[in-house]
């Protein structure tokens, strides 16, 4: 990846963040195909009114009925929550309390529409349980969210018991878990089997608020399980919490898993579970599209937005407990901080995009779900499924946008081009107080080689295998 992207420009993705939760949490808003957010009176798991947000704009099938995706809603939520919006009390909604929406009692846990049982997709499934556990380290004083979160993790650890053979072995070989009758499911077309990450994450938050060794030592074994793959076990953003969770637990904790393994599945992609699907490291047309996560093969590359915003979230608490990286994990999120503005109507010119002829977003808040290689001849290409498949009219994408948050509470620029200042701390849940609130990554060229260093004297080297930088021992 360069050291620095050409063309090089890094949008303030904070304010990005918050214009897009005035966007999309605006019930007045009018235009085509406007407001995304509704009311939802049906009362799905729960007596009062809760709220939806369209997945894509116009997709027309939603604004009802409990078919709002949860990956969608909460994570707007979250996203508004880590750049200071206080998401309990905003104009007097509590949209916090209406997440509860997509609890479902009966089974115990998250599901991925309020009106559909679990057991349709691991990823789906799986981070909705992830996003509301996160959610209530942010706002612990909220009544029942500690219940429901105790809940899902004792459902999950149920459900890990009966993944487990009898000689002990852990098997995420499926495409999700049904809780109502409390069996796996593989549905003969695909497996996920980097569940295994995102039940170890669950798990790990669990263990964080309860202090329960049952979360812990069940957050482990999913560890266990993912070590003794060969083949990469990456399906979706799931394995993302691979490197972090292995990093925080052998500093915390003692124990052992192969961390590397885990970085290289994530950059590299793999070969049965999901074929080419991997990071991108090419240049297409005038722009550098490195760093950015999809399909190297569909349309001649398809990445995908919300993939870079999400694992930035999950790399840059990583790095303080396995500071080996930082220079190569430095240097993608410049990257991926860089390119990431392409996929909005403000990032290529109107002929490189599908929908540039939409004037329903001004400001440019809402971005593109893809980027295509080529598409009709023309490169880069942004879009995404909706116009291409013909199941909507609009490929901008909140499901994709509501992810921005995490890079807007953790980059901030500086006065030298091409460095960056990275909050280490605001993803790393329930962290030890360290010395300083902010890591500075910086990407440094030296002479005409263009490597990178840290620029304080103590960073001027890799740490060798099996060194530490002890969070609040000046690593933080």
């Known amino acids: 990846m360069p050291t620095v992207p050409n063309p090089f420009e890094i949008r303030d993705w904070r304010e990005r963040a918050k214009a897009f939760d005035r966007f999309v949490f605006d019930f007045n808003r009018k235009g085509e195909y406007l407001p995304v957010i509704w009311r939802d009176k049906t009362h799905y798991n729960m007596d009062e009114d809760t709220f939806g947000l369209m997945s894509y704009v116009g997709k027309s099938e939603q604004g009802s009925n409990g078919s709002q995706e949860a990956i ?77 979160v105790r809940s899902s993790a004792d459902r999950w650890v149920e459900a890990v018991k009966i993944m487990t053979d009898k000689d002990e072995r852990l098997n995420f070989n499926y495409t999700s878990f ?137 790399l840059a608490p990583f790095l ?48 593109y779900e893809g980027m295509r290689k080529e598409y009709e001849g023309k490169t880069p290409y942004a879009s995404g499924d909706a116009t291409v498949i013909g199941w909507g009219p609009l490929d901008f994408s909140i499901y994709s946008g509501s992810h921005v948050g995490f890079m807007g509470a953790l980059i901030e620029k500086t006065n030298v081009e091409g460095i960056l200042k990275i909050d280490c701390l605001k993803t790393d849940y329930y962290h030890k107080k360290g010395i300083s609130d902010l890591l500075v990554l910086q990407s440094v060229r030296l002479g005409t080689e263009g490597r990178d260093q840290w620029a304080r004297p103590e960073f001027g080297r890799p740490l060798r295998h099996g060194e530490r930088t002890i969070p609040g021992e000046g690593g933080d």
């Open 178 to 314: 049904d809780f109502k009758n409390m069996e796996p499911v593989d549905n003969g077309k695909w497996k996920e089997p980097d569940a295994a990450s995102g039940v170890a994450m669950l798990m790990f938050l669990a263990y964080l608020r309860f202090s329960d060794q049952v979360y812990l030592d069940t957050a482990d074994a999913c560890l266990d399980f993912l070590d003794d793959q060969e083949d990469s076990p990456y399906y979706e953003l799931l394995m993302y919490y691979s490197p972090y969770l292995a990093a925080r637990m052998e500093v915390e904790h003692g124990t052992s898993h192969d961390v590397t393994k885990y970085i290289n599945w994530i950059f590299d992609g793999g070969v049965e579970t999901r074929p080419e699907w991997g990071m991108c490291t090419e240049r297409w047309g005038n722009y550098d599209m490195h760093g950015l996560v999809g399909n190297l093969k569909d349309f001649g590359g398809y990445i995908f937005v919300m993939n870079g915003f999400f694992l930035f979230g999950t």
């Open 320 to 367: 303080r407990y396995d500071s080996r990286y930082a220079r190569t994990i430095g240097k993608w999120m410049l990257n991926v901080a860089n390119q990431s503005r392409l996929f909005y109507g403000d990032g290529l010119p109107a002929d490189k995009q599908s929908g540039a002829d939409w004037d329903g977003d001004p400001e440019h808040v809402l971005p």
């Open 72 to 148: 969608t809603v909460m994570a707007a939520v979250l996203g508004a929550t880590l750049v200071g919006i206080d998401k309990s009390d905003q104009e007097g909604t509590n949209y916090v309390k209406m997440l509860q929406t997509f609890f479902r009692k009966e089974e115990g846990v998250f599901v991925w529409y309020p009106s559909i049982p679990s057991g349709d997709s691991f990823w789906y499934e799986i981070q909705a349980n992830i996003l509301y556990a996160i959610l209530s380290y942010f706002y612990p004083n909220e009544p029942e969210m500690e219940a429901l």
